[in-house]
DNA sequence: ATGCAAAATGTTACTTAGTTGCATTTAATT
DNA sequence: AATTAAATGCAACTAAGTAACATTTTGCAT
């Protein structure tokens, strides 16, 4: 169940905002991942667009919500686990990137496979990714 | 081992340029990904920027070398495994990136996991990567 | 309620990577 | 050597991301 805006950024220490809120609010009810220049149109007449940046850079440094860079190199935002905050991430989802719509969608998957790399490296975070074609794509 | 440039010129049906031959070598020595930035900064006597990008744009697209985007969204380019070509490519292995240098690495991994995922959704291509520190990171 | 300091915002300007159009040059073949 | 399709150089442009600074607003303490 989600928490509201407001809940969410009083608990990870950021002030009350009007468009802290909206996007809170907006990437909770998304399915999918959105894009800064997304939230620029959606919100045009809100905030500006520098704004729209600072909002969701301090969002992503609380933990509020996570970034997944796109086929293309832009940066799509999600909302977090409840779990999450500055100092850990629990994402461990599978992120889907949509060959058609370009939309990313994280999905919940068993488990994160474990392996082994060479000497010398040390792993922080793995992550997995798919692409391929998603659901509302595939059915029309 | 690797084959000369020019075998994997004309075997991909590329032809023969200078600029070409330089990048392909280029990417072979190198242990890890390189970005056009990166390589303009190289061969900047040798092309002109534009150049640097059709070359890797080409390459990319006969198979000769694929894509990774970095955590900046950045692209970084490396050599594909022999058997890619333009239709099939058959990189199945782990991105590794580092958090220090910022480096990609591509490394061996024993199987990438199966999973399921929800009704729907159509799984063209799956891939796995990691972040941490590379070997050459940890050591100094 | 009011004043204050820190934080957030708007405006402008800039950086960097990626991309397109067009004229010129070059590679590969005859 | 001539031909022609492909590759290159140049210039201009787009799009996303970022920084500086003056102004406004939030949350807190009075």
């Known amino acids: 169940m989600k928490k509201s805006a407001e809940a969410v950024l009083s608990s990870h220490g950021l002030r009350k905002t009007g468009i802290r809120m909206k996007i809170i609010d907006r990437l909770q009810e998304s399915e999918f991942a959105m894009s800064q220049p997304d939230l620029e149109q959606e919100f045009q007449k809100e905030a500006d667009r520098v704004t729209i940046y600072r909002t969701l850079y301090s969002l992503e440094e609380k ?53 082994s790399l060479p000497r010398g490296y040390k792993i922080e975070s793995t992550r997995l990714s798919a692409e391929g074609t998603c659901a509302s794509c595939s059915q029309s």
């Not at 686990?81 to 500055?86: L, Q």
């Open 63 to 115: 933990g509020v919500i996570h970034r997944i860079i796109d086929l293309t190199g832009v940066s799509r935002y999600a909302i977090c686990e409840d779990s999450c905050d500055s100092q850990h991430h629990a994402d461990e989802h599978l992120h889907f990137h949509c060959l058609n719509c370009g939309n990313v969608y994280c999905l919940q998957v068993p488990a994160l496979p474990s392996y």
